[in-house]
């Protein structure tokens, strides 16, 4: 059984900066994609970015120029660094690891349990 633990949440003011961590453990980490996806209060979970097993990324629109998802295979950890954050940045933040190499955040994919960022001054 995999295990997706989430850490680096926080407050932060508007335009600063925080990195998030992903450390999974308990199953194959290299060959699988991995994604942060995001829910704010009220809405609905929404895809932030991901990362292939090859080191793809892809990254929704509103955290382009912004956001940068990177994993470490050794170390079983995927990062997003998060930079010039705002405040409809703010939400909780979720790890999943996919199935197959290239997607990562369907209904049976494996997810962590969240970690809170907030935005405020």
């Known amino acids: 059984q995999v295990q997706l633990v989430e850490s680096g949440g926080g407050l932060v003011q508007p335009g600063g900066s925080l990195r998030l961590s992903c450390a999974a453990s308990?199953?194959?980490?290299?060959?699988?994609?991995m994604g942060w996806y995001r829910q704010a209060p009220g809405k609905q979970r929404e895809s932030v970015a991901a990362?292939?097993?090859?080191?793809?990324?892809n990254y929704a629109d509103s955290v382009k120029g912004r956001f940068i998802i990177t994993r470490d295979n050794a170390k079983n950890t995927m990062y997003l660094q998060m930079n010039s954050l705002k405040s409809e940045d703010t939400a909780v933040y979720y790890c999943?690891?996919?199935?197959?190499?290239?997607?990562?955040?369907?209904?049976?994919?494996?997810w962590g349990q969240g970690t809170q960022v907030t935005v405020s001054s």
């Open positions: 990362i292939t097993s090859g080191g793809r990324p």
């Open positions: 999943t690891r996919g199935r197959s190499p290239y997607y990562a955040g369907g209904a049976n994919d494996d």
């Open positions: 308990g199953s194959i980490f290299s060959g699988r994609a």
